[in-house]
């Protein structure tokens, strides 16, 4: 009577709770139009290999190999996995094996007769059970568990795809510093000859005193700020030394004056892309998984089915324990209902319906901000493009006005004072314009992270996915 009791109340088994609907997102970005963009191409999922720097190749393959955090993130997969796992055998029968052997004595009715002798008990027992999914709870759980592995198996994808972009960054900024480095070598060499012409003048009666002076600052500022780059450039490499896994003191970069090029941004960067984002899934992945938990809690609220069956022998003695007077067995259904329990189920529902409700709003500010870092990068590297050409055009000005300067300073017709403006005027723009390039090489860089590193043209209205 149990066992039909339980089968006809599964028509009334835990609902299933379902995500909320989608997001739609714009099949469009704001900040790609009215923008001059290169012919849609190919972009390869190793997307640094456009830069075109066959040192920044070899260091993301060591990358791979010894990041701690992809380490660390690859043996969280693999506790996820292990969870996986045990939640699907927890939907299979269970099987154990006992055996064991007693001696025991009690004393007789009649305390002044010790006639009693010791008994021996041996038994061997084989016992199966399971339990029967009836209301969903196992099921869920192993959904849950599924949604959860693959959310590890996503968060790895993230945070490579994260080191990846780190170490380009790193390494860009690192390049930009080499630059730097070389044009203030340049610019003490200068300055040193304009120190040299200042002192013949000022000790031919030509220059003041004051010329002088201003000449030895601006040298030892520009022989202070190679040092200030000296260490950066430094703490850079200790940066990407760790990030590859290694001490600081085991990597030593050669000093490269040149960026690379700035890679052109394709036609067109649809939102759709987002869904390919590692972090994106992840996120919805981790919805799925509070949803199926919902369920689980409410199937709490309904009996439990466990069909069990042993069987063995028990004797006195081993020689005849394999007998059929020893043989034992038993089979049959129990049936578990929790009547009184404080509460504690319905607030089990409770915190699984919340904790779906901060899956899916935190998915949903994952989308939103991987849109926003879209359209930063976006409006960064349409409005770095221009600033570039502007910074570029600002340093032949200074150029030109230096050398005019410095003709008219030794003709005589300017004093050491103009000879400084110009010089540190041309300083300047050179570094801005280094700093501007650094700035749009990392506007790409980011563009290709931001879309899992890979651009394809967009084809009709396309939506994210959403819970």
């Not at 060591?62 to 045990?86: C, W």
Request: charged letters at 15%.
């Amino acid at each position: 009577m149990p066992l039909a009791a339980a089968l006809l109340m599964t028509g009334c088994a835990v609902a299933r709770v379902d995500p909320p609907a989608p997001v739609v997102a714009a099949a469009q970005y704001r900040e790609s139009a009215d923008w001059q963009h290169a012919a849609a191409a190919a972009v390869p999922d190793d997307w640094w290999t456009l830069f075109n720097d066959p040192l920044l190749d070899d260091l993301q393959r060591q990358l791979v190999i010894g990041n701690e955090n992809l380490r660390s993130s690859l043996s969280a997969v693999a506790s996820a996995r292990a969870l996986y796992d045990a939640s699907r055998s927890a939907l299979w029968p269970t099987l154990s094996v006992g055996a064991g052997a007693t001696r025991s004595d009690s004393p007789s009715s009649n305390n002044s007769d010790r006639t009693s002798k010791p008994v021996n008990s041996l038994n061997l027992t084989t016992t199966a059970s399971w339990e029967i999914d009836l209301w969903g709870r196992l099921s869920g759980a192993r959904t849950s568990a599924q949604a959860s592995f693959q959310a590890s198996t996503d968060d790895l994808a993230a945070v490579r795809l994260s080191a990846q972009a780190l170490l380009v960054q790193t390494y860009l900024s690192l390049r930009t510093t080499d630059a730097q480095l070389s044009v203030l070598a340049r610019s003490v060499a200068a300055y040193q000859q304009s120190l040299g012409l200042t002192q013949v003048r000022y000790e031919g009666g030509v220059a003041a005193r004051t010329d002088v002076l201003q000449a030895q600052t601006q040298l030892k500022s520009a022989q202070a700020q190679s040092a200030d780059l000296t260490a950066q450039r430094a703490q850079l490499e200790h940066a990407i030394a760790v990030l590859l896994g290694r001490p600081p003191a085991s990597l030593t970069l050669e000093r490269q004056a040149r960026l690379p090029p700035v890679p052109e941004v394709p036609q067109m960067l649809p939102a759709s892309l987002l869904q390919r984002r590692p972090d994106i899934a992840a996120a919805q992945q981790r919805v799925a998984a509070a949803y199926a938990q919902i369920g689980v809690a409410d199937a709490a609220f309904f009996p439990d089915l466990t069909l069990s069956a042993s069987a063995g022998f028990r004797g006195a003695s081993l020689s005849n324990l394999f007998s059929a007077p020893n043989l034992l067995w038993s089979l049959g259904p129990t049936l578990t209902q929790s009547i009184f329990d404080g509460g504690q189920r319905r607030l089990a529902s409770v915190q699984a319906t919340a904790a779906a409700d901060q899956a899916t709003s935190a998915y949903r500010q994952t989308v939103l901000t991987a849109l926003q870092e879209v359209e930063d990068n976006l409006v960064l590297a349409q409005q770095l493009q221009q600033e570039a050409q502007w910074q570029g055009e600002a340093l032949q000005a200074a150029q030109s006005n230096l050398d005019i300067t410095l003709e008219q300073y030794r003709a005589g017709t300017v004093s050491y004072l103009n000879v400084v403006v110009a010089q540190t005027a041309a300083l300047s723009s050179e570094n801005n314009l280094l700093s501007v390039r650094n700035r749009q090489l990392a506007s790409v860089n980011q563009l290709l992270k931001n879309i899992a590193g890979r651009w394809q043209p967009m084809r009709g209205k396309e939506t994210i996915s959403s819970p």
